[in-house]
């Protein structure tokens, strides 16, 4: 190897140890750049942390705009970083941050509040207006109930009446304070006979479906004779035949605790038994259908 060769290699060492300890040099200067590069201050993570949750709640970022606003502004400059030597600064950057962000907290949950019970208290007057209405609208009901009821009561009524009315027309009874007066003539039986002829069935029948409808009515018969004959023979065979119709309401399904019978005799005539026309009014059976007692009658039947 000669001189010539020599001296390249030594440039080229020399070179490479050049470059190294530059190398070397720049890669101190970052790490001691990084060691002293000034960061966000203590607490500032922190901030933003409660910041960003206060903005994302949907109950409480629209009620506070201002005050988040005045918070951000606040955060953003005490997430700026300082050197050691400033340290004190960003504490109190931080501690402004965390202040601004209570105080939007603060804020939006009194509006949010106060918005409740605005909102709880218009329900209460829609509740109780509601009430109000439901209450009015039952009464409405209960009148026009009560109305069309009365109304049906009355129609009912008077088609009770009118029925009643046919019926008594039916029967030819007599109206009278004792009650209903059924008279029925001495075609019922034959001259001196306490048997019914066929032709009373019909007159008898009639009063069996009256009774039928109107089981609280009691009823008396009471059998009358002319004065042919002696007292004693009138009497018994007044008695006999007021028994024979008694016995024909009862075998057509009347109760005989609502019946009795009574042979007066000749002793209440209604026409003179000097005449032949006047006897034969005198010769009848009445039936009379008591009314109704007061305190088991509850509407006109």
């Known amino acids: 190897m000669n001189k010539t060769t020599i001296q390249p290699l030594k440039f080229k060492s020399a070179l490479a140890a050049l470059v190294f300890l530059t190398v070397l040099a720049i890669a101190a200067l970052v790490l001691a750049s990084c060691a002293t590069a000034p960061d966000s ?6 901030a933003r942390s409660k910041l960003t949750t206060l903005q994302n709640d949907p109950n409480l970022a629209s009620r506070a705009r201002i005050e988040l606003r005045e918070a951000e502004a ?6 700026q970083p300082l050197p050691a030597s400033d340290a004190a600064l960003g504490e109190h950057r931080v501690y402004m941050a965390t202040q601004k962000v209570a105080i939007a907290q603060a804020k939006a949950t009194t509006r949010y509040a106060e918005d409740q019970r605005a909102q709880l208290g218009e329900e209460r007057s829609e509740a109780r207006l509601e009430s109000r209405t439901r209450e009015v609208s039952r009464a409405r009901d209960d009148a026009e109930q009560a109305r069309y009821s009365e109304a049906q009561g009355a129609a009912e009524a008077t088609r009770q009446a009118e029925e009643y009315q046919r019926q008594i027309d039916a029967l ?26 066929p032709g009373a069935n019909s007159n008898l029948d009639k009063l069996v479906s009256f009774l039928n409808e109107y089981p609280e009515r009691r009823v008396q018969v009471e ?40 042979g007066i005799g000749m002793n209440q005539p209604v026409a003179s038994n000097d005449n032949a026309m006047g006897r034969q009014q005198n010769r009848r059976v009445e039936i009379i259908i008591e009314n109704p007692q007061p305190a088991s009658t509850s509407q006109l039947r």
């Open 41 to 46: 201050p203590l607490g500032a993570a922190q």
């Open 172 to 197: 030819q009874a007599e109206v009278t304070d004792r009650g209903l007066v059924l008279t029925l003539g001495d075609v019922l039986f034959a001259t001196g006979s306490a048997d019914l002829q």
């Open 74 to 79: 606040a955060v953003r400059l005490a997430e």
């Open 223 to 262: 059998g009358h004779t002319d004065s042919v004959g002696s007292a004693e023979y009138n009497q018994a065979l007044s008695q006999r035949r007021a028994d024979s119709v008694s016995r024909y309401l009862v075998q057509h399904g009347i109760t005989s605790q609502r019946i009795s019978a009574t």
